[in-house]
């Protein structure tokens, strides 16, 4: 009954190789956001889209990249992975941002880079 | 900038005892404080605390807000090995997007 739905769990790719995680809801939530979490450290905002608009964090570098095809579908591109950019990412849906209701996330894809 | 800091950062205790994790934070337009239990995988949401919600339970788990302090506390009762995980504290800030702001996390570990 998973309600957000990342894949694959696990991805090693290589320095510098492109590679896409990606995302998938079943809320029709209107809000989809993208999180980095480094070990022993708090997750980071990367991006959000509030439909289709794409909202970017300032200190999110130009490297992550993030499409929103449809309401239930998010992707996160990163463009050329350094080994800094290893880490747990998580997906998380609201069904909007104002209103105080949590958010909902996915199990994470965990990125090692070789 | 939004600042939330949770103390402590691991915790080992023993099955049976009582455990009180600490949150605290620094936002502009505070709007809500959340905790969410993290286990390996989806962090998964606990409670949701408001100036019109200052206290929430649920079995064994507790949540406070003191808005004066700045800060909540969670409250684990009776632990069990179950409740070993990362327990995490957000704020959200009212603002143009708001963004929750995540502290690190308190990594508590229940031994039999």
């Known amino acids: 009954d998973a309600m957000v739905i990342q894949n694959p769990r696990y991805q090693v790719t290589q320095f510098g190789k492109p590679v896409t995680l990606s995302c998938s809801q079943t809320?029709?939530?209107?809000?989809m956001y993208w999180y980095q979490q480094k070990s022993s450290q708090a997750p980071k905002l990367l991006f959000h889209?509030?439909?289709?608009?794409?909202?970017n964090e300032a200190d999110t570098p130009d490297n992550f990249q993030s499409r929103r095809p449809n309401t239930s579908f998010c992707f996160l591109d990163i463009r050329s992975p350094g080994l800094g950019d290893a880490a747990m990412y998580l997906c998380a849906t609201s069904r909007d941002r104002q209103s105080n209701q949590p958010q909902h996330f996915g199990d994470g894809t965990r990125l090692s880079i070789l | 900038e939004d600042k939330v800091v949770q103390s402590p950062l691991s915790l080992v205790v023993h099955e049976g005892d009582t455990v009180t994790l600490n949150c605290s934070y620094e936002?502009?337009?505070?709007?809500?404080l959340l905790w969410y239990k993290q286990e390996k995988k989806a962090p998964t949401f606990l409670f949701m605390l408001?100036?019109?919600?200052i206290e929430k339970k649920s079995g064994r788990l507790s949540s406070i807000l003191d808005k004066k302090e700045l800060s909540s506390i969670l409250n684990i009762t009776a632990t069990q090995t179950g409740d070993s995980a990362i327990y995490l504290c957000a704020v959200k800030s009212g603002g143009s997007n708001y963004k929750l702001t995540f502290g690190k996390g308190t990594l508590l570990t229940v031994n039999p």
């Open positions: 936002v502009t337009n505070f709007r809500s």
């Open positions: 408001t100036s019109s919600g």
């Open positions: 809320l029709n939530h209107n809000v």
């Open positions: 889209y509030y439909d289709k608009d794409f909202n």
